[in-house]
């Protein structure tokens, strides 16, 4: 069986646009020529691969199922054929998924965002929110590149350590913690707003407050720090989190910050991708520029 690779390429931008006109436009043929390559596609595998729903068109489970697969290859491919190749930022076309902490996103996505437009402008960017701590999207490329409070443990994942953040305390102006020293036990009495994406009720600071005979109400947890700057500010509820990510969005809301009564190691922040990457000079320039555009926030 012949098979056209090119095929390949074609079948990862119908999947990554969804639509055949977006496909097109991302590899600088017309729509006529991608609508015939869409059906030699679907010769080829026996499947639809997209189909009309409406006036847009969506993939179909087999599609959906090779989507990470064709990405892959379609990279793998892409670094093989141009790994001795100097990188010309001002035509790379290619589009990078970054998945990180909201808080992250919120105080350097626009600085990253800029960054990358100023020197490559067909690159885009996805800014995609954070799962948790699964690292599979990594491994099957669908993620270029992902933040993270701790070392990865898989020997395929790399990491390089971009600076560090304290923990502080923001609560709304006339707050009762603002009047006078915040003690331990103030901090401790007062009820609190814990910040976590599966709704957990406790965090290392309820460790740390244990060491010390002490506990602590929590009242709520938010999915989000913007979230929970929100209600801090519309509420008495205390919320305790990284100081550097979030400073510009308790400025922006007007909350007082107040430093945490406990000793607690600060929050390392990592930059993680797939070993895949090591010799992609491209993704190289985006995890440098990432880097970056996150170390401002320590300097």
């Given at each position: 069986m012949q098979l056209d690779l090119n095929l390949l390429t074609a079948l990862d931008a119908l999947l990554e646009e969804g639509s055949v006109t977006g496909a097109a436009a991302r590899l600088h043929v017309t729509a006529p020529a991608m609508s015939r390559s869409l059906g030699r596609i679907r010769k080829a595998t026996g499947d639809q691969i997209l189909v009309r729903t409406g006036r847009g068109m969506v993939p179909t489970s087999r599609a959906l199922a090779m989507r990470a697969q064709v990405h892959a290859l379609v990279q793998q491919?892409?670094?093989?054929?141009?790994?001795?190749?100097?990188?010309?930022?001002a035509a790379l076309d290619r589009v990078f998924t970054v998945r990180w902490h909201d808080a992250l996103t919120a105080a350097c996505g626009t600085g990253l965002i800029t960054a990358v437009h100023r020197q490559a402008p067909g690159v885009r960017l996805r800014l995609s929110a954070?799962?948790?701590?699964?690292?599979?999207?990594?491994?099957?490329?669908?993620?270029?590149?992902?933040?993270?409070?701790?070392?990865?443990?898989?020997?395929?994942?790399?990491?390089?350590?971009?600076?560090?953040?304290?923990?502080?305390?923001?609560?709304?102006?006339?707050?009762?913690?603002?009047?006078?020293?915040?003690?331990?036990?103030?901090?401790?009495?007062?009820?609190?707003?814990?910040?976590?994406?599966?709704?957990?009720?406790?965090?290392?600071?309820?460790?740390?407050?244990?060491?010390?005979?002490?506990?602590?109400?929590?009242?709520?947890?938010?999915?989000?720090?913007?979230?929970?700057?929100?209600?801090?500010?519309?509420?008495?509820?205390?919320?305790?989190?990284?100081?550097?990510?979030?400073?510009?969005?308790?400025?922006?809301?007007?909350?007082?910050?107040?430093?945490?009564?406990?000793?607690?190691?600060?929050?390392?922040?990592?930059?993680?991708?797939?070993?895949?990457?090591?010799?992609?000079?491209?993704?190289?320039?985006?995890r440098d520029l990432a880097a970056e555009t996150v170390q401002a926030l320590f300097a």
């Open positions: 491919a892409h670094q093989l054929l141009s790994a001795q190749q100097e990188l010309d930022l954070e799962p948790g701590t699964d690292d599979a999207e990594l491994r099957r490329g669908e993620v270029d590149l992902e933040s993270s409070a701790g070392a990865p443990t898989l020997p395929d994942i790399r990491h390089r350590l971009v600076g560090s953040d304290r923990l502080v305390v923001a609560v709304r102006p006339g707050h009762p913690l603002t009047d006078g020293p915040l003690t331990i036990e103030r901090y401790a009495a007062a009820e609190h707003l814990t910040v976590s994406r599966r709704g957990s009720l406790r965090d290392p600071v309820d460790d740390a407050l244990t060491t010390h005979g002490l506990e602590r109400r929590v009242a709520a947890a938010g999915p989000t720090a913007a979230f929970a700057l929100q209600l801090a500010r519309d509420t008495d509820l205390v919320v305790t989190l990284p100081d550097a990510v979030t400073r510009a969005a308790r400025d922006q809301l007007g909350l007082v910050t107040l430093p945490l009564p406990l000793q607690l190691p600060e929050v390392p922040l990592y930059l993680l991708w797939h070993q895949r990457y090591d010799g992609d000079r491209a993704h190289a320039w985006l």
